[in-house]
């Protein structure tokens, strides 16, 4: 089973999406958990991408076609991360912030949230902040999710909060950030209510703070 783990990363760092398809289609046929399938097949090849890209080992348009064999297989998996039919129990705009156009990490967020019952109003990316404001309040949604990618982009999250301030709205939002370059201290610096590293965490925090304010 790990064999074919290591082989889907590498089919996905190739950008081979039927590959790909197929090996995670083998993997929940023998039973794998999909956070496994996830975690040490699909993710661990698009860290090794980055590292690739990050060392001109590979460029832009083989990131890409790892994208795409990335989506290929978590389609796939959504059905099974996302548990069906349960209540809605809040709402979330999430979006990746203005002039970053990184999504895989928003839609996992997404889906994990998805997968706490929660609704998701997913207004893609190069989001500008009075977009997020706009959806929060045409939905009247609890939360307003931020994802950043680039250290150039992660200072819009501070105009996000600073729209919802603007428009009336703070008080009523939980405003979460995260994404590789986002740390606490940057969450806390700019006034974002919660910070979380991963997708898994994010959807639980989401939870944590409707329920903490009744909501949920
Ligand atoms: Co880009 N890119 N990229 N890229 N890219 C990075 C981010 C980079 C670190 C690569 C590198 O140099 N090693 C680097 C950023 C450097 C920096 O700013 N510090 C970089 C760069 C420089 C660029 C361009 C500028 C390259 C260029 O054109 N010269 C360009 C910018 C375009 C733009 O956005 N305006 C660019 C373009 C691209 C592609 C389009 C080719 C492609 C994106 C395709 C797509 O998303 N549809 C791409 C990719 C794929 C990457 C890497 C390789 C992988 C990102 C990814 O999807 N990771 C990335 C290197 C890396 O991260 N290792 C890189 C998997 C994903 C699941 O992780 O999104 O971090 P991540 O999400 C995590 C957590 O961060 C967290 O949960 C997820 C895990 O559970 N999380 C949240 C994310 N959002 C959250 C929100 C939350 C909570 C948690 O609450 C709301």
Redesign the pocket.
Known sequence: MMELLVKMSEALQKGKAKDVKAMVQEAIDLGLEPQTILNEGL?SG??E???K??NNEVY?PD??I??RA?KAGTELLKPLLVAGGIKARGKVV?GTVK????????N??AMMMEGQGLEIIDAGTDVAPERFVELAKENDAQII???A????TMGEMKAVIEAATAAGIREHVVI??????VNDTFAKTIGADIY?????S?AEEAIAALIARGIA
């Open positions: 993710l698009m860290n991408v980055g590292i890209f990050k832009v990131v890409l790892a994208a990335m999430i002039g970053d156009l990184h999504d895989i990490g928003k996992l967020v999710a931020c994802s990618l680039l250290t150039t979460m950030v995260g994404g590789a370059p979380t590293p991963d997708a898994a994010a």
